[in-house]
């Protein structure tokens, strides 16, 4: 909002010079508007200036300003010649004017108040929550000295819910010397019915540096028990490890304002009794049944 527009400063400079020449103060006339109104034709009238300007230039011109400003006074249900006259005279009485000013400022400064509170944006129901749920390292630098891993994961449910997507991003590489059979990357949703979802991508190992980006759906109306996965997935591995893996995050999102409602009504559909000690199994499903949906790569390999 622009608090402080030209037209704003043209009042100010005639109120200065108004209380310099007129010593007294007259009687309001008839026809002259309340200073209530004034008071929300100019606190109006700031918003306008502020829309058009932030509007950009297209809006600007004096032949579209003209359109706007006819439109603005025909809500107020004032004429041009009624709204002249009454700053005109108003800017003639200070002490009417000044009145008008100390109102309009605090008017204003409310508006901008309200705005930074989000009044004026209200939030969306149907928007995504995002959360971080990763909690292993964020980044692997594997040498030959490395012990042999696969870098498995299982994040246990923490509220999770039908519905929910999964988004494993990180960068990866695998050199030549490091020579695995199949190498990829899967992650699994596991149901405490024993029920498995699950994403694959297939990795290389050529020394190239990869963007991937595995997203994922929770797509069963079941009770879900964690999601897991491996980054270095293999059918079987020969030779040194030689891998590079940064930049790892894995993205939960979902609504929550429907968190309480899909709740209920998974608890309906699945009657699957989970532990109260919901610590989950270490075990990783074997990637045999990979899987069903799809993954992609968010950028071109680049040559490392």
């Known amino acids: 909002m622009k608090i402080k527009s030209d037209i704003f400063l043209k009042i100010v400079i005639l109120a200065i010079f108004a209380s310099i020449f007129i010593s007294s103060c007259q009687s309001k006339p008839a026809g002259i508007l309340s200073t209530s109104k004034m ?66 400022n605090a008017k204003i400064d409310e508006k901008s108040k309200e705005i930074k509170q989000g009044k004026y944006h209200p939030v969306d129901s149907n928007a995504l929550t995002e959360t971080n749920i990763w909690n292993l390292r964020t980044k692997y630098v594997l040498t030959k000295d490395s ?7 299982d994040i246990k449910s923490n509220g999770f819910l039908p ?23 899967v992650m699994y949703v596991n149901y405490w019915d024993g029920s498995v979802d699950s994403i694959y991508a297939k990795t290389h190992n050529d020394n190239y540096t990869r963007r991937y980006k595995l997203m994922f759906k929770a797509r069963l109306n079941k009770k879900i028990k964690s999601v897991s996965g491996m980054l270095l997935g293999s ?7 030689n891998v590079y893996l ?26 699957t009794v ?14 045999a049944a990979l899987p069903a949906q799809k993954s992609w790569l968010e950028k071109k390999p680049m040559q490392h």
Request: no cysteine.
């Open 39 to 104: 008071e929300d034709i100019l606190v109006d009238m700031y918003v306008l200036e502020g829309t058009l300007s932030v509007a950009g230039e297209e809006y600007n011109n004096p032949i579209e300003k003209e359109k706007y400003y006819k439109a603005f006074l025909e809500k107020h249900k004032v004429t041009s010649a009624q709204f002249d006259s009454s700053l005109s005279w108003y800017t003639k009485n200070p002490k009417y004017f000044e009145r008008i000013y100390t109102n309009v």
């Open 147 to 153: 012990a042999r891993t696969k870098i498995k994961f």
């Open 163 to 185: 519905g929910d997507y999964y988004n494993l991003s990180l960068l990866h590489r695998i050199a030549p010397t490091d020579t695995t059979s199949n190498p990829h990357i």
């Open 235 to 241: 059918n079987s591995v020969r030779g040194k490890m």
């Open 246 to 271: 940064d930049s790892i995050k894995l993205i939960r999102k979902y609504n929550q304002f429907k968190q309480d409602s899909i709740r209920d009504m998974i608890d309906f559909m699945d009657t």
């Open 274 to 287: 989970v532990p109260v000690d919901t610590t989950v199994s270490k075990r990783i499903p074997k990637p």
